[in-house]
């Protein structure tokens, strides 16, 4: 893999299986460089949010983004290249053979010509082929909700040349938007967060209802009744109609001056309001951490009221939280913890007081209020349609509900989550809603595909990012490495079962958070950048059982880190070092090409012992580091297999300003914690995981 410049235009040039794919270099989530992130197999993934591109044609494979990259035509010619082949028209250009696994151009006989056009060279995104509606076919499906979870399945359907009608219906009155960005640049204008024009719904014949509320649905007759009295029949139903903010349920919420954050209206009016402001925000979630960190430099002062000890406490554990906690205190942001609002007190219909359990009262211009939500699921009551307690819909892995023909998907499902065992939960990250409309899409036109999406989100405080993959409820050991001081660790949120030999991971989550500073070493300056590991693993034939690891490139001034991102618990686990676009060695006395057979736990632990996930500031003391660990590009290790793929600037773990995490994130009730002490290398600190009930 490697970044070439056509035209003062970046492209992505890569080989698979012997074929060359020239594909546009910016990822269509939020535009990273992808020539930062790293190619296993035919999938190249996204260094920021782990978007996942097929690297022969562009089309996005795993989420979060909408759009696929631009792929441009590649192919081997044995002419030699002399000077008087200057470019011209529409750009036919060459690259050089080089050997990509060691970075360095060689001019051989061959070369790989890459053609373009300028049209194609200019654009950063490509929409998938779609279909549209076929004349005479009257099969229609109804899609309730206007979110993510609907335009991903209203896109499917075309993408799979599905030919009846779509009909997406939401109570809103904007196009689906991107709600990720809401609590981050809260004074954006609507237009410029739609995620389609309504030209695009015009072209492949989806119909958008705005405005316009679901109350009631017959799923003996296969109709839905809306609050206009309109009464519409469907064929296949997906329910997407996602939760809504909760309220503060005390005296004075009548007051003006109180806000919530769920649509573009409300960001706006909150940055309007709070703008010299004194500000209180109720709840330590992210959303509300985000917002906190949003109004530092617009708020005359801001205080956060939080019903438990700390930030994060009952999610990311109490380390995490009493690291964000300082982060946010030394910007003097107060902090009211284990503590709840009773009563708000107001002054000619304005609010100007919040009093507290405790008795404090504490003074304020603008109330935000951010404790949960409440899913959007009234009008499914006195249907056959299986609710949880908490009303929400619960499917199977094929976002199938109970009741034939009506599927669910985004914050209201609750699913079975493969790497937890299949156990029903409830997740409402972003990235997981999309992948959720995809799946009920595809087996809504009878392509039986099961959701294996791992769970992944990330958000930016006070220029530090989180990101958290993979899914840690009930941990029962916390792993921290890093400089926790500096505010760059990595925390392993592990539930391990058995002692000794039989340990093995039931599940396992992690966490990163490092400096949102993007850092780029200047072209063939190799000190400034280690390669890193990529590693996949498998159980035995259960390939499903055991997913995908996460990658993280990083710079000098940060760590190396690969971290586990799913289950991989069996006894048995084999790692394999399957990535072509690396040079380390691996374990000491591991071989390129043997499998090296140990249990789940210690897999991670021996990880967590290689020296260079901590590489030095110095330069020169990098390259020493980098020697050690890595093959010679001289002398390959014996069995190395062929490269596949390359790098061409493997730089730094940039992150992107804006930032993704979902709205309203559902998080899993505090864990039962059994502490069990497990000797680790020095390089570990193992916080203590105190008991605590659910």
């Keep these: 893999m490697k970044e070439v410049e056509v035209g003062h235009h970046s492209v992505l040039l890569t080989r698979y299986d012997g074929k060359y794919s020239a594909l546009g270099n910016q990822c269509t989530h939020y535009g990273a460089p992808l020539s930062q992130g790293v190619v296993l197999g035919n999938r190249v993934r996204c260094p920021w949010h782990g978007s996942c591109f097929n690297i022969c044609t562009g089309d996005l494979e795993e989420f979060p983004g909408i759009d696929s990259l631009p792929c441009h035509k590649a192919g081997l010619r044995t002419t030699c290249y002399t000077s008087h082949d200057a470019l011209s028209g529409n750009l036919l250009t060459f690259f050089s053979i080089i050997p990509l696994l060691f970075l360095k151009v060689k001019i051989q006989n061959s070369k790989v010509y890459v053609t373009v056009n300028n049209k194609d060279l200019r654009r950063q995104k490509r929409i998938r082929s779609m279909g549209a509606a076929v004349p005479g076919v009257t099969h229609t499906i109804l899609l309730l909700g206007g979110g993510i979870a609907s335009l991903m399945c209203a896109e499917t359907l075309r993408q799979e040349k599905f030919g009846g009608r779509i009909i997406m219906v939401s109570r809103d009155h904007l196009l689906p938007y991107d709600k990720t960005r809401l609590s981050k640049v809260m004074n954006v204008e609507s237009d410029t967060i739609v995620l389609r024009r309504m030209e695009f719904y015009h072209q492949y014949d989806i119909e958008v209802w705005l405005r316009k509320e679901a109350l009631s649905v017959d799923t003996e007759k296969k109709t839905v009744t809306f609050d206009d009295g309109l009464v519409q029949n469907y064929d296949q139903l997906l329910i997407s109609t996602g939760c809504r903010a909760k309220a503060l349920d005390v005296p004075g919420t009548k007051l003006d001056n109180i806000k919530m954050l769920e649509t573009p209206e409300d960001a706006r009016q909150i940055h309007a309001a709070c703008t010299g402001s004194n500000v209180v925000l109720v709840g330590t979630s992210f959303v509300g951490m985000e917002v906190a960190s949003y109004l530092l430099d617009k708020a005359f002062s801001i205080t956060v009221i939080g019903s438990s000890e700390l930030p994060y406490q009952n999610t990311l554990g109490r380390e995490v939280g009493r690291i964000t ?5 030394e910007n003097n942001v107060k902090f009211y913890m284990n503590d709840m609002v009773t009563e708000i007190k107001g002054v000619n219909g304005k609010v100007k007081e919040v009093v507290l359990k405790s008795g404090k009262v504490i003074p304020t211009d603008v109330l935000i209020v951010g404790i949960g939500s409440i899913p959007n699921s009234e009008f499914l009551q006195g249907t056959k349609i299986q609710m949880n307690q908490k009303k929400l819909v619960i499917v199977d892995k094929y976002m199938r509900t109970n ?20 156990k029903v939960v409830n997740i409402g990250h972003w990235q997981m809603a999309q992948a959720q409309g995809r799946v009920a899409a595809l087996n809504m036109l009878g392509k039986e595909t099961e959701l294996t999406s791992v769970p992944f989100y990330w958000t930016v405080l006070l220029g530090k990012t989180i990101r958290y993959a993979g899914y840690g409820e009930g941990y029962t050991e916390l792993v921290m490495k890093g400089n926790i001081q500096e505010h760059k660790f990595l925390a392993l949120y592990l539930n391990v079962s058995g002692d000794g030999e039989e340990a093995a991971f039931e599940t ?22 280690l390669r890193c590991e990529c590693v996949s693993i498998s159980a035995g034939a259960e390939r499903a059982a055991c997913a995908r690891w996460i990658v993280t490139l990083v710079s000098r001034d940060a760590d190396v880190i690969t971290l586990p991102a799913d289950r991989s618990g069996k006894p048995g686990v084999r790692v394999d070092w399957a990535c072509e676009c690396v040079r380390y060695r691996g374990w000491e006395g591991v071989d390129w090409n043997r499998s090296c057979v140990k249990r789940g736990a210690e897999v991670l632990r021996r990880f967590l012992r290689l020296r ?10 990098l390259r020493e580091s980098t020697q050690r660990h890595t093959q010679p590009a001289s002398q390959p290790a014996a069995g190395t297999p062929p490269p596949s793929c390359g790098r061409g600037r493997l730089m730094m773990n940039s992150v992107d300003p804006v930032g993704q995490s979902r709205r309203r994130q559902e998080r899993p009730r505090p864990p039962v914690v059994k502490v069990r002490p497990v000797k680790l290398p020095p390089v570990c600190a193992r916080l203590p995981v105190s008991a605590r009930s659910p």
């Design 325 to 329: 906690m300082m982060m946010l205190s």
């Design 403 to 422: 009741v034939p023909d009506v599927f669910c998907a985004g914050d209201l499902a609750s699913f079975p989550l493969p790497l937890a065992k299949n």
């Design 508 to 529: 396992a989550a992690a966490l990163k958070l490092q400096s949102d500073k993007p850092r780029f070493s200047g072209k063939g300056d190799s000190s400034h950048s």
């Design 612 to 621: 260079v996930f901590s590489p030095p500031v110095d330069p020169n003391a």
